[in-house]
């Protein structure tokens, strides 16, 4: 079993990670997108990449939000690190200790807290909903249509019918 480091992986391949609740999936999400935005331990394919540029897709609207918080939560107590010039998360400490120019981090970290509402998390659902209805005419879809939340009825109607 490898032990996964979210500074050091690298991120142009894919990175299987299996764990169970509460082993810190949301945390090492979390802090994955932070070394994305802030250009830490980055290949040349995802330099200076923005914050609507990065999908997270989820399961639950629960685990979207979760996880938006306490990427949110990061962002401000690294703008605070930086300001105070001082850390003392671990997690965080780690990307701290990357950066070169407090000043420019400083202000990127306000532009992306100032436009954390276009941040891309969907649940697998949500995600698919987005696609078909932006490229509703390239996939031949009546705009009308929309995902049922369950089959119940469907299949009931169905039943019914037969």
Known sequence: MNIFDCLYSTLYKSNLIESSAGTGKTNIISLLYLRILLNIN????????LINNILIVTFTDLASLEIKNRILNNIRYLKQSCIR???INKNISNIFNYIKNIPNIINLLIQIENNIDYISIFTIH????KIMFNYFIEFNIDISSKILPDEYNLI???VINY
């Not at 980055?42 to 990449?49: Q, V």
């Not at 949500?126 to 909903?129: L, Q, R, S, Y």
């Open 126 to 129: 949500g995600f698919c909903k």
């Open 42 to 49: 980055i290949d040349k394919y995802f330099f200076n990449l």
């Open 85 to 87: 010039n001082k850390c």
């Open 156 to 158: 009931y109607e169905l």
